[in-house]
């Protein structure tokens, strides 16, 4: 595949730990990126972002799926999103002082002309396309809920006291329902998935402009936590970005 990718996280300047985490799984013919973002008092969110990368890493790591039909990958991220679910929810029963905890997750499985998404949360997943930033996933949030009532605008949520409330994540309910979805990779495409430490700091536009105009994807990622550090750091900051290559012509 003519794609090439980075990864990185910080933990920003404010909080004590980072409780991001994230995973690449590099298959010969596909390959699997996720970002989770930990949620939970006393520190536990990264239990629950850890339990969503390590299962993640136990059921896919094998590089073993050979169909790419839609209905089985939906079928897929939602055995999996529900096996993360329940490992979340079995520890919180287990030891009571971690009760609470959950995390975001959003996945994106890359073959070399598709891109097929599974989503939980308030991380994103966006494709930089012709220099324009497209949202694929969609914020599970409380004011996103008030954005799509009408009661507030986008503009007005980004300063909404309750912006941080997740209204679906793993680890909060047996009962969950996945977001999927799939779309087709074009030559010079970027996609990028991310923590809410990013967005929150750093506008659509600007992340577009650090991932077109960097020629690296490791050097899109630094410009774009350096600028979201810059604006305060509040919280930990994860950033997955790959690049589809333009093929070379004959």
Known sequence: MLIR??????????????????????????????????????????????????CIEKELSDCGMQSFTETEIKKMFTGIFNLINNKIIEKCIEKKSITGMGTTLSVCIVTDDKAYIGHMGDSRIYIIRGGKAIQVTKDHSYVEELIDSGRITREQAKSHPNRNIITRALGLDRDIVVDTDAFDLLEGDRILLCTDGLTNAVEDHEITAMAVDEPEPDKGISAMIAKAIERGGRDNITVQLLYKEVKPEE
Do not use: P, W
């Open 5 to 54: 990718y980075s990864t990185g996280t910080d933990k920003g300047k404010v909080r004590d730990r980072n409780e991001d985490n994230n995973i690449v799984i590099d298959c010969d013919s596909y390959l699997v990126f996720a970002v989770a973002d930990g949620m939970g008092g006393m520190d536990f969110g990264d239990v629950a972002s850890t339990t969503a990368v390590e």
